[in-house]
């Protein structure tokens, strides 16, 4: 029987993880949230159609890259190098989970071939010299138009925000496909929206069961909370009808910046020390 030495066991439990490395690439990113433009999810009203580029990944069942592609956007969105990032294949292949299950030159192709139904999908733009490959972001409609970072002044132009701590904690591990196309869905609108599963064909491009599934994955894991409204329907039986309404819990809602977040405490202690009497009679 072979035995492993103990200078190779503590390398083994010294190895970096998937979540060791997507964490060291938030926290290179220095950013609270990861900012989405709203066009990835779904196309803005008036449009030939309201399917966005994340029906593909859905219907293509491309779990992989979906998770690889939102990765993407929070190593390069905060515009230090161009947004582009580069890493060796094989953390791309680690960034991805595919080294826990294939073998390092496996887990290395892998990861190539997930980047190259990215370029494929208009979404980013890949080169690789040896074993390095760059990546760099194109605007998230896929229309191959180059990225910059979305102010929200225009209806193509709004973005949604994703906290990092999404994935410093883990929580992207638990989710199947339908749960995070549907996590994106839910955080593209208003707190307290409805999204009816009879929708989902024409707004989003995919089936009433892959929404009903997405919804109740979330539910269950505590990423999204629900509430039943109910309204008058003179037509209908029982003279009412309930609708369920949706909106993200705190684990996944966007985090404040912690300089504003300062500043909105002073501010607050300020206005309340205004307001209150002083106790100093000299």
């Not at 294949?89 to 960034?95: D, G, K, Q, T």
């Not at 494929?120 to 080169?127: H, Q, W």
């Not at 191959?144 to 949604?160: C, N, S, V």
Request: glycine share 6%.
């Amino acid at each position: 029987m072979k035995r492993t030495s103990h200078t190779e066991q503590d390398r083994q439990k010294l190895k970096a993880t998937g979540r060791d490395t997507r964490a060291q690439v938030l926290e290179r990113s220095i950013r609270s949230n990861v900012p989405l433009r709203k066009t990835f999810v779904q196309a803005p009203k008036g449009a030939a159609s309201r399917h966005g580029p994340l029906k593909d990944f859905v219907t293509g069942r491309d779990l992989r890259g979906l998770k690889a592609y939102l990765m993407i956007v929070a190593a390069c969105s905060n515009g230090d190098s161009g947004w582009s990032t580069k890493h060796d294949s094989a953390v791309w292949a680690r960034l991805m989970d595919i080294q826990e299950t294939a073998t390092d030159q496996s887990a290395r192709t892998g990861a190539w071939r997930a980047l190259q139904r990215l370029e494929g999908r208009n979404l980013i733009k890949c080169s690789r010299t040896g074993t390095m490959i760059t990546v760099t972001l194109l605007r998230e409609d896929g229309s191959d138009k180059a990225y910059d970072r979305p102010t929200g002044k225009t209806e193509e132009d709004r973005f949604l925000q994703i906290p990092t701590s999404f994935w410093a904690q883990g929580h992207d591990e638990d989710l199947d496909l339908p749960a995070l196309a549907l996590l994106l869905v839910v955080a593209r609108e208003k707190a307290w929206s409805a999204f009816p599963a009879e929708k989902a064909p024409e707004w989003y491009g995919w089936s009433a069961d892959t929404h009903e599934r997405g919804l109740k994955k979330l539910l269950d894991l505590g990423l999204v909370e629900r509430i039943k409204v109910f309204k008058k329907a003179p037509l209908a039986p029982a003279g009412v009808t309930g609708t369920y309404l949706y909106q993200r819990t705190a684990i996944t809602r966007p985090r404040k910046p912690r300089k504003a977040a300062s500043t909105t405490t002073k501010s607050t202690t300020a206005k309340k020390s205004a307001a209150s009497p002083s106790r100093n009679k000299g």
